[in-house]
């Protein structure tokens, strides 16, 4: 409130000011009306250029000054030469004052109005002083400088009416805004809630566990602390026979019955579907980690009667432990998630993590040193697929990394973007595709090509304060234009810290950075960032995009999303599209691009050149897909002249 008050307090006097300056600008309109009345209408410049008044001028000038001060409407007129010599001046000007001071002729001369608050020029009152540069000849130069003097009572009654004012609706805004502040902070913490909790449970979701990861994780602790990852069993048969509402009810139970069993200051997150999470701190051993998951299982097997009938739930637990298996949320949710599989396979409902039974580990580790060797020996390469809009020529690309290791041969990003991601590795290999897609760029322009490239960025990367630098030192090192580069992030990154994303956003926006929101229908963006958020489009998830023509479920997202995003004032992109019929629908939805094999898979640079000269505008695929969709034919030739020679696709 405090705050508030001195809030108000700055507020008001801005509103002073404010109202002081509305005065003076009163004050100059006054002035100026009397110099087009009087001044203007008598003054004259005679063959030299200089002012002059004519006895009758000045006799005339002398009636209206004597009208004016009369009806109190001035308190004086003196017209100055642009020399600063006085040309006229009323009765009451002072008879020693034959110059106009050189600080005001200074400013005046400069040819802007302003005005000056006299307490007492020898006139027995304070004035209001308005300066008028004049230009009489029309050549931009002042040639008389006509001081208007201004009764001060009017204007200081003015201000004192209007601050009185003020100071009555003050007290009432003060209490206004007090309870406006008090709902909005209420909002703001309904909208954190909302952020950072499922809605269905009410238990904390992914961001929740992060950030009390990071608490418990960046602290010294006397013991352990232990990620139990919790997988209900059999729960898609409760949803086919039982029916979806009897499963949410079941969750809903589940969200009730883990915090009973916990303590307080022990999280219980929901991971989506049936996946829990119990983050424990200051665990003595992992003897105790596996007490309490039998402690939850124990919670989870009371049964629940739903809808007059009685459900049972049961689960497979799995442990991972800090500082043994990780120290950070990422490592133990994966240690966490082998160990629950391993409960399954084997059906002992609980397991803890262990590093013998990790089939991936050790291959892992291997590659993991390989892709680092693999940056500065040259093994990465960028494919590049094309997005075509409904209407207009090609003008975009995605840029997607292959590795063409020594042994296995050419691995898509699948084989070693997770394991990047969950590493520091990520930075050097996110700024070699990026330096390498701005490189290629350039290479395209030289031969006449304009495409922008579109890169991805893993969540680590946007959360990452150097990425807008290091986007405009790849595009530097080019010598092409930040803005031929386009970011891509997931929805699930936006939620991963949507301030902080927020931030990054709208430092790549101000370097004319586009950035697009991938896999959108994915995640669980909360609309409330999303309308922030500096976006230029939305890609929606595949996943809708499959199956949109049997499923209207589906195609009922699609149009939905394609509303939503043009409302937002984002252009939309489908990805994923494989045949002319899924296309041709997207179209009548007015998806503005789509992506996918019914255009070209991915392929390197030398053949989307191909590509495009043989798909010059929309309106050849176009032909294309109608031509198509006539045939029967479930999928459009990208290739009509053969695909080149040594073709190699990946996925």
Not at 512 to 526: M, Q, R
Not at 545 to 559: G, K, P, Q, S, Y
Request: with cysteine; charged share 25%.
């Amino acid at each position: 409130m405090a705050a508030l008050i001195a809030l108000g307090a700055v507020g008001i006097r801005a509103v002073q000011h404010q109202i002081a300056q509305r005065a003076a600008q009163s004050a100059e309109l006054s002035a100026r009306l009397v110099s087009s009345l009087t001044v203007r209408r008598n003054l004259k410049l005679d063959a030299s250029g200089t002012p002059v008044l004519s006895p009758d001028a000045r006799a005339d000038m002398d009636a209206d000054v004597e009208e004016l001060e009369r009806r109190y409407e001035i308190s004086g007129l003196e017209v100055w030469a642009a020399d600063g010599r006085l040309i006229y001046a009323d009765a009451g000007h002072p008879q020693d004052e034959q110059t106009m001071p050189a600080e005001e002729l200074t400013r005046a001369l400069r040819g802007q109005p302003f005005t000056i608050y006299n307490d007492d020029e020898g006139r027995g009152h304070g004035t209001l002083d308005v300066f008028l540069p004049i230009d009489v000849q029309g050549d931009g130069r002042v040639d008389v400088v006509v001081e208007a003097l201004l009764p001060r009572d009017p204007i200081n009654d003015e201000i004192t009416r209007s601050m009185r004012a003020l100071y009555a609706g003050a007290a009432v805004a003060v209490l206004l805004a007090a309870a406006w502040l008090l709902r909005l902070r209420r909002r703001h913490l309904a909208h954190q809630h909302a952020a950072t909790h499922d809605p269905l449970t009410g238990l904390g979701n992914r961001t929740l566990l992060a950030d009390r990861a990071e608490e418990i994780l960046g602290v010294n602790q006397d013991g352990r602390a232990a990620l139990l990852l919790i997988d209900l069993d059999g729960f898609k048969e409760v949803n086919d026979v039982l029916g979806h509402h009897v499963g949410d009810e079941l969750l809903v139970a589940v969200g009730r019955a883990l915090p009973a069993a916990c303590r307080e200051s022990d999280t219980v997150v929901r991971l989506g579907g049936d996946e829990f999470a119990v983050l424990i701190a200051a665990l003595p051993s992992s003897s105790a980690a596996i007490e309490v998951a039998k402690h939850l299982l124990d919670a989870l097997r009371e049964p629940v009667v739903i809808g007059g009938v009685t459900v049972e739930a049961d689960a497979s637990i799995g442990i991972a432990l800090t500082p043994e298996h990780g120290d950070d949320l990422t490592t133990l949710l994966r240690c966490a998630d082998v160990a629950m599989y391993q409960a399954k396979r084997q059906g002992s409902d609980i397991a803890v993590y262990d590093p013998e039974t990790d089939p991936h580990e050790a291959q892992q580790l291997n590659l993991l040193a390989e892709l680092r060797r693999a940056i500065p020996n040259g093994e990465l390469q960028l494919y590049y697929q094309p997005k075509s809009p409904i209407a207009g020529p090609v003008t975009d690309v995605e840029a997607l990394i292959r590795w063409n290791h020594p042994q296995r041969g050419l691995l898509p990003p699948a084989a070693f973007l997770p394991l990047a991601e969950r590493t520091s590795l990520i930075k050097p290999l996110t700024h070699w595709v990026l330096h390498e897609a701005a490189r290629q760029c350039a290479v395209w322009r030289a031969e006449g090509l304009d495409l922008q490239i579109a890169v991805n960025v893993s969540p680590r990367n946007l959360l990452d304060d150097d990425l807008p630098g290091t986007v405009l030192d790849a595009a530097a090192a080019a010598g092409i234009t930040a803005g031929l580069l386009q970011i891509e992030i997931t929805e699930t990154a936006v939620m991963a810290d949507p301030k902080r994303v927020k931030d990054i956003v709208e430092r790549l926006h101000s370097m004319g950075v586009s950035v697009a929101i991938d896999d959108f229908g994915a995640g669980y963006t909360s609309l409330s960032y999303l309308k922030t958020l500096a976006a230029r489009s939305l890609k929606i998830d595949r996943g809708f995009i499959t199956h949109m023509l049997d499923h209207a479920a589906d195609e009922a997202v699609v149009r939905n999303v394609i509303h939503l995003a043009h409302d937002l004032g984002m252009s939309t992109v489908a990805e994923g599209v494989e045949t002319p019929a899924v296309w041709a629908k997207l179209s009548e939805l007015g998806c503005d691009e789509i992506q996918g094999y019914v255009l070209t898979p991915p392929v390197p640079a030398d053949r989307i050149v191909t590509w495009l000269g043989e798909h010059t505008a929309t309106s050849d695929i176009e032909r294309g897909v109608r031509s198509a969709v006539q045939d029967g034919r479930s999928r459009f030739d990208p290739w009509p002249l053969g695909e080149p020679s040594g073709a190699k696709i990946i996925r």
